[in-house]
């Protein structure tokens, strides 16, 4: 069951990314429900930056550059989650969202990361410059919204 509400400052933030970051024939993004649930559980961990790749606090302020969603269970972490607004993209954002990423994981004792990316996306070249590796796929695992079907394929990386 959820724990708590997170901070609607927050969730207007990964929302705002969220809504402009995703091609809906994908069929990736959540909604406003999921996240808020998921961000209720102890083990859901929310980052949002600036465009200059800064963590904004939960206080009104400037816009959101982009977000990571987690979520770990004992010593691994899932990255459930990540995506930059389409104006800030290749400018490092991202890659300042992976660092922070890994920087926090650590400070809660997490081994190793992992994640589940549709075949064809080009953030595998995102994930591999920071040494992801390819753990396996499912086949036919994700639907797109005309029907047709996508493999995921799983990387993952120790931190
Ligand atoms: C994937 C995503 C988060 C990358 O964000 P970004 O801020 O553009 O990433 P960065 O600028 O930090 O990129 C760092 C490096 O990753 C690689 N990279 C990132 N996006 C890339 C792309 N579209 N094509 C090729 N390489 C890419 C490059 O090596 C890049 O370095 P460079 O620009 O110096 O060549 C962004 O494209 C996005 O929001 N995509 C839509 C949402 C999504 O599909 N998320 C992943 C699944 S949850």
Do not use: C
Not at 29 to 39: F, I, P, S, T, Y
Not at 112 to 135: C, V
Request: glycine share 8%.
């Amino acid at each position: 069951m959820p724990s708590s509400a997170p901070s609607p400052i927050l969730l207007d933030r990964i929302m705002m990314v969220m809504e402009a970051a995703f091609d809906p024939a994908y069929g990736e993004a959540w909604n406003r429900r999921q996240v808020a649930d998921a961000l209720a559980m102890p083990n859901t961990h929310a980052l949002v930056v600036d465009a200059q790749g800064r963590p904004m606090p939960d206080t009104p302020g400037t816009a959101p550059a982009g977000f990571v969603l987690t979520r770990h269970v004992l010593d691994e972490e899932e990255l459930l989650l990540i995506a930059v607004m389409p104006g800030a993209r290749r400018r490092g954002v991202g890659a300042a969202l992976i660092e922070h990423l890994f920087a926090a994981a650590r400070d809660r004792g997490i081994a190793r990361i992992f994640l589940e990316m549709r075949r064809g996306n080009p953030a595998i070249a995102l994930y591999q410059k920071f040494g992801f590796e390819p753990i396996g796929d499912r086949r036919n695992y994700y639907r797109m919204a005309n029907g047709e079907r996508v493999d995921a394929i799983t990387f993952a990386r120790s931190i």
